[in-house]
């Protein structure tokens, strides 16, 4: 039989292999999961029905008189304890009548996205009050600097695919310049979707005029809201926080979509049991869910529900561990039966350094967070220490531990051109390899990863080249990124005018 699809000899074959792999990602952001179902269909519907129940029956308590008026006005009740309740086929009618989509803005639009359905998207959170120093390789305060030069980092790292604040400036005392300040590095440092939190809702307008100043006038966010409002509208166990309503209220005056956190925690603010955290925990966030739609239905919103552990010993947040990681995908397949745009949150090692137990916290829960098909995977890279701390190297190996991830979730391509019977045959009956064929050289560049940190050199190559482990790779890429790249993606003029009106620091 003769033989086809052979590249030459030897020498070819070799030189084909180690050529430069082509720029095509063949595993990038946006891949289609929903592989991994935690719970069956049975138990799905339980913990669903469980959740309309409770808000139902037991309700939700502090309602601001403000919402619980226009609730009332709209089908909702109170029961005999005084607490606000929503029925089912209202809270069902609202969930039809939610957004089931909407495009996640970048300044660029090369960055936009689209939320909803089951394409998985990794990004960042939390609000650490540490920083492990780049140079002394410590935890220290975080600064606004920090914030700075986090923004600044992620700008460079392809699967980041927008960038929440990471840290809390602890050197900015004062809440309003703290958040305007906040907002301001993310404007300077990056043009990727970015989030944020509005401590007070009186924060909202100034920042929203800055956006808008950036982007050329008045009412320009709202054209293309690129900043989306972190917020925590219920305090468990379902009870409402007045705060968090004025500022989700403010922020749809502004336009401003609305990420709508439940963060409880099993066994102290939640139930321990896994299946009764789920309930209680998608009940609330169902009644954040209500809050924004009766307000205005229909509005931009992320259903972020993330069931949070601790470690019921001691009482400390567990970041890392297998609750936490199939607790998150839980809350994604739940939220995506409802069909409404998904968040949960990875990744959070308890780990303090740079070591194997950060790689197997993070890795375990974004792959559960991933396959199960969250659109908005927070928190996913560069948190440490139980979210308290932030790392500049974590970033970095997270960046490339996510290419991994998004490459199984983007799983295996079953048709006659992968499955290759030709090409086996001809392997078989020929040069008895499969090192030189055209299928080869296309699988190369298809449908594999080649990781730039992670070593896969043998024993003595790896020592002649100084034996130097991930946490260093790490370090000196972060250190050249931050030495190189100094974008500023506002103009004099715009810079100027905001100075001119806030009190910017950086």
């Not at 137990?357 to 908005?376: F, P, R, T, Y």
């Not at 992968?418 to 296309?442: D, P, R």
Request: proline share 5%; with cysteine.
């Amino acid at each position: 039989m003769a033989r086809s699809g052979r590249s030459g000899g030897r020498a070819s074959r070799v030189a084909a292999r180690t050529a430069p792999v082509s720029d095509i990602n063949p595993c990038p952001p946006g891949q289609i999961g929903g592989q991994y179902r935690p719970l069956n269909d049975h138990d799905l519907k339980r913990v669903i029905d469980t959740a309309f129940k409770i808000l139902s029956d037991i309700g939700m308590s502090e309602v601001p008189d403000s919402f619980q008026t226009i609730a009332l006005q709209k089908g909702a009740a109170l029961n005999e304890l005084g607490r606000l309740t929503f029925s089912r086929d209202l809270m069902e009618d609202i969930i039809d009548g939610a957004a089931k989509t909407f495009i996640y803005h970048g300044r660029d639009p090369k960055h936009d996205f689209e939320l909803g359905g089951d394409r998985v998207y990794f990004g960042t959170g939390g609000a650490a009050v540490q920083t492990l120093d780049l140079q002394s390789g410590a935890y220290r305060p975080s600064t606004l600097a920090d914030l700075a030069d986090f923004t600044r980092l992620i700008d460079t790292l392809e699967n980041v695919s927008w960038f929440t604040r990471c840290c809390v400036a602890t050197d900015v005392p004062d809440i309003i310049d703290l958040d305007v300040n906040t907002a301001y590095a993310l404007l300077r440092g990056t043009t990727k979707p970015v989030g944020t939190s509005f401590t007070i809702a009186e924060t909202v307008d100034p920042i929203i005029d800055m956006f808008d100043v950036a982007l050329g006038g008045e009412g320009k966010f709202a054209e293309r809201p690129f900043c989306k409002a972190h917020i925590s509208p219920v305090i468990s166990p379902l009870r409402y926080g007045e705060d968090a309503v004025e500022v989700t209220q403010a922020c749809i005056r502004r336009r401003v979509p609305i990420n709508s956190i439940i963060a409880a925690q099993s066994g102290a603010t939640a139930p321990a049991p896994l299946a009764g955290m789920l309930a209680m925990t998608t009940a609330e966030t169902l009644a954040g869910l209500a809050l924004v739609n009766l307000l205005e239905p229909g509005y931009p919103m992320i259903f972020s529900n993330w069931p949070l552990v601790i470690d019921l010993r001691t009482g400390a947040f567990c970041g890392g561990g297998g609750e936490i990681s199939i607790l998150n995908a839980a809350s994604a397949q739940i939220s995506n039966h409802l069909g409404l745009p998904s968040g949960v949150a990875s990744s959070m090692a308890d780990a303090k350094s740079v070591d194997a137990q950060m790689g197997s916290e993070k890795a375990m829960s974004a792959v559960a967070a991933g396959l199960a098909g969250a659109n908005m995977v927070y928190e996913s890279s560069g948190m440490m220490a139980s979210l308290l701390g932030a790392s500049f190297e974590a970033f970095i190996i997270d960046n490339e531990m996510l290419n991994h991830v998004h490459r199984m979730i983007r799983g295996i391509e079953v048709n006659d051109e992968t499955l290759g019977f030709e090409t086996i045959l001809e392997t078989v009956t020929g040069e008895g390899h499969f090192l030189g064929s055209n299928q080869t050289m296309g699988a190369m560049q298809r449908d594999y990863y080649y990781p730039d940190l992670a070593n896969r050199d043998d024993p003595r190559t790896w020592e002649q080249k100084g034996k130097e482990d991930i946490w260093q790779t790490a370090n000196q890429k972060a250190l050249d990124i931050l030495g190189q790249h100094h974008p500023d993606y506002l103009s004099s003029t715009a810079d100027q005018k905001i100075r001119q009106s806030m009190n910017i620091l950086l």
